[in-house]
């Protein structure tokens, strides 16, 4: 058993989404908030500790075509966030230094209402587990048991205009506690980007948890997006400002190497990056290599997004 909780039985089948992927229904959630008032355990207890807020349960994936998650050590401590250095241990022996309370994140630009959420806020969104294939760019992927709620609920929120087209994504850049800040690898802030429709597509979320617990520092806490059909670069850690805009906004993965690093970054085996091959990819802790599927596995639900695009051009 890989998850400590039960399912309620009513939880009922989303169509829109494939059931692997939502393991967790607004019925389980009333479940759940029952199960705690007859006195039982709190789902994510990490993240119970961490604020005070009604603690959603979530659901065990049963379908046994789930990939098995990586092993929380690994996913703790093989690590890219270079604002803590570019080695992969880096992040889990230094992220100690980032403080994550208070966080505020601020949503402005092409909106109706811009907001600005504490860390607090975003925890009362009807938080999830999702257990999402994360496919680095460098061909390594891992299987990580996410929590946290669609990143189009909180763009909802704040009512974007007729005139928002893109989101742009900003991550914290203060040298005193990031350390990586020193060198000028990236452009810092880190930042990211995606087109409106794929900020609102509902594979993509702001992850608060992972394993059950708040994230780790080293893995983007307290807020960082989530968007397992691109390649991990997008998903961009430690979030302090979202910007709804009219133009596709500036990357940092793509400004220090436009060749290299697209803006779409969709994972896609047909389209090798220009020193490695993307046909294949080593899940951390094993052995042998897998074959990259298309958008990483998630072809079905995103692929019109993409519709009549040339994806070798917009890689
Ligand atoms: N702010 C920030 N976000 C970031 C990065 C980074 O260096 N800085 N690295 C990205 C890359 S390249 C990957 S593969 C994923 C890794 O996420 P993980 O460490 O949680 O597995 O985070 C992404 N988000
Ligand atoms: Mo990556």
């Not at 075509?65 to 992969?88: I, R």
């Not at 241990?89 to 811009?114: F, H, I, Y």
């Not at 203060?174 to 429709?197: H, N």
């Not at 990357?251 to 046909?279: C, I, K, M």
Request: positive net charge.
């Amino acid at each position: 058993m890989l998850f400590r909780f039960k399912v309620p039985s009513q939880a009922r089948e989303d169509e829109v989404t494939p059931r692997e992927l939502f393991l967790t229904r607004r019925s389980a959630i009333a479940g759940g908030a029952a199960l705690m008032a007859a006195g039982g355990l709190p789902a994510f207890p990490g993240l119970a500790k961490a604020a005070t807020f009604q603690v959603p349960t979530t659901v065990s994936p049963q379908d046994p075509k789930l990939d098995a998650p990586t092993p929380k050590e690994s996913a703790t401590t093989y690590n890219n966030f270079y604002e803590f250095g570019t080695g992969k241990t880096d992040p889990s022996e230094r992220a100690g230094s980032l403080r994550t309370s208070p966080w505020q994140v601020v949503v402005d630009g092409e909106v109706a209402k811009p907001m600005t959420f504490g860390i607090e806020d975003l925890l009362k969104f009807p938080l999830e587990e999702r257990v999402y294939r994360l496919r680095c760019v460098e061909a390594w992927s891992m299987v990580i048991p996410w929590i946290g709620f669609p990143l189009a609920e909180l763009l909802k929120r704040v009512e974007p205009s007729w005139t928002a087209r893109y989101v742009a994504f900003q991550t914290l850049a203060d040298p005193a506690q990031m350390p990586g800040l020193r060198s000028p690898v990236l452009k810092w802030p880190y930042t990211e980007g995606l087109r409106l429709d794929e900020a609102m597509h509902p594979l993509a979320i702001l992850s608060v948890g992972m394993y059950g617990e708040v994230l780790p520092n080293q893995n983007g806490a307290p807020v960082r997006l989530v968007v397992p059909w691109k390649y991990g670069y997008k998903s961009i850690k430690s979030v302090v400002r979202i910007t709804l805009t009219r133009e596709q906004p500036p990357t940092a993965w793509n400004l220090s190497q436009p060749s290299e690093y697209g803006f779409y970054s969709n994972v896609n085996p047909d389209v090798d990056h220009p020193r490695w091959s993307q046909a294949n990819e080593r899940r951390v802790g094993e052995f042998f290599r897998r074959k990259t599927l298309p958008f990483n596995g998630y072809a079905e639900e995103v692929a019109g997004l993409y519709k009549g695009m040339d994806l070798q051009k917009f890689h």
